[in-house]
């Protein structure tokens, strides 16, 4: 299965050692992750080594080419708002939201609130809740 897996690279990256252990996670389990650059420490700064347009073409060719997205929110920004909008607006793909349950105030209620059909919100405490998760929704 081909994931775009979601995670700020502008915002607040304190959920990063998650974030490699859900990609690491899943491509144990076979898993393609599109965008697995995200959870390297230099991922702003290959971000910024291209053009802006250039990283919108490639993260929507991303988007229309995976099966699933999952993203870690608790950091939210506005990027993964948008990713995440986009795919459930635009397409019958499922779309699954982790965060951190003491983050859960600081979150934007257009993501905690999200009542999509499509969409699975995901609050977590411990990492055996986000794999309980995945195995749930098909991508274990």
Known sequence: MKIYFG???AGDRSTLATARRIVQFL??????????HLVNDNAALLDRSVT???????????LFACDLFIAEVSGSSFGLGYEAGFLLGSSARRAVLF??????DRISLLITGNTHPNCTLAPYSAFEEIETVLQRVGTA
């Open 27 to 36: 491509e144990s389990m076979g898993h393609e992750v599109l965008t697995r």
């Open 99 to 104: 965060y951190r349950r003491d983050a859960t």
């Open 7 to 9: 995670f700020t690279v």
């Open 52 to 62: 802006p347009q250039m990283v919108y073409e490639r993260d929507m060719n991303w």
